[in-house]
């Protein structure tokens, strides 16, 4: 029978950047508004998409981004994966409008599925993250109206971003444990996230559909973390071969993610004793 679980509850990990776990969400805003850019950042037409950048921590936390564009065969730690004029109904739309943000998240979150071939269970265990950009506020006065979703090479909780290869297409179809989450801790609170190639104790090994129902209602903090338990219990047991003994641990996300279209919970596998 499988020992106690080692239990991991991530309504708190926050979402800087989206899509894998290292950011706790299948996708997500930087904070709006925080900022607003700066002179000389006001650009009014839409960025290209294919364009690389060599972004830091620092560029990702804004909302806003003037950094200039780098050759894809050179180091870069992001590429612009979807871009383009916003919806006509955001016309009138304030810039941090929460009707805005979910629009992005919905797009950028199935652009990146698509463009790395991920089926969502992957996407939700990958080390890659996707971050969006709007105009500065200057801008979105003057009438620019457009969204930048930027594939990332990382996110909060790893050290630094990996350089991205060239191309970037199908990255997950087959994904190597380079561009995978595990964790080096003794329990999975107290390690840190690190790439399937180095040194780790657990693994992210699957994900479970906490309800089948898209449109369900929240059913609350307390169901989702015991169905997540129970479901990845099986997950868990089932990944590693049915063994007689086992310790598994998982990952839950609260209302604000659920709110942004999250189903899913993630289920992790100790894999070095």
């Known amino acids: 029978m499988p020992r106690r679980p080692l239990r991991v509850t991530v309504a708190t990990l926050g979402v800087a950047l989206c899509a894998g776990l290292a950011t706790a969400l299948v996708g997500c805003t930087t904070d709006a508004g925080a900022d607003g850019g700066e002179a000389g950042?006001?650009?009014?037409?839409?960025?290209?998409?294919?364009?690389?950048y060599d972004l830091s921590p620092d560029d990702v936390a804004r909302d806003t981004n003037a950094s200039g564009t780098v050759?894809?065969?050179a180091r870069h730690t992001a590429e612009t994966i979807a871009a383009g004029d916003l919806p006509e109904r955001f016309a009138d739309a304030d810039r941090d409008a929460d009707a805005l943000a979910a629009w992005v998240h919905e797009?950028?979150?199935?652009?990146?599925?698509?463009?790395?071939?991920?089926?969502?269970?992957?996407?939700?265990?990958?080390?890659?993250?996707w971050v969006w950009f709007q105009p500065t506020d200057a801008a979105w006065e003057a009438g620019a109206r457009w969204f930048r979703c930027d594939l990332v090479g990382g996110g909060p909780g790893l050290?630094?971003?990996?350089?991205?290869?060239?191309?970037?297409?199908?990255?997950?179809?087959?994904?190597?444990?380079?561009?995978?989450?595990?964790?080096?801790?003794?329990?999975?609170?107290?390690?840190?996230?690190?790439?399937c190639t180095e040194d780790h104790?657990?693994?992210?090994?699957?994900?479970?559909?906490?309800?089948?129902?898209?449109?369900?209602?929240?059913?609350?903090?307390?169901?989702?973390?015991?169905?997540?338990?129970?479901?990845?219990?099986?997950s868990v047991n089932a990944w590693l071969g049915y063994p007689t003994e086992f310790?598994?641990?998982?990952?839950?996300?609260?209302?604000?993610?659920?709110?942004?279209?999250?189903r899913r919970s993630v289920c992790w596998a100790r894999t070095q004793a």
């Open 107 to 129: 797009k950028c979150t199935t652009r990146f599925e698509k463009h790395l071939r991920a089926d969502e269970s992957t996407a939700m265990r990958t080390l890659l993250s």
């Open 71 to 73: 050759e894809c065969a």
């Open 41 to 52: 950042d006001d650009q009014l037409t839409a960025p290209a998409s294919g364009a690389c």
């Open 247 to 262: 310790d598994f641990a998982y990952t839950w996300f609260g209302q604000d993610a659920w709110q942004q279209g999250n």
């Open 159 to 195: 050290d630094g971003y990996r350089s991205l290869p060239e191309s970037t297409v199908g990255l997950l179809r087959e994904p190597s444990d380079a561009w995978m989450l595990c964790s080096d801790g003794e329990t999975l609170e107290s390690g840190g996230l690190v790439d």
């Open 201 to 234: 104790r657990w693994r992210a090994v699957t994900t479970i559909k906490v309800v089948p129902y898209p449109d369900a209602e929240y059913p609350g903090d307390e169901e989702v973390e015991a169905t997540t338990q129970d479901y990845c219990e099986d």
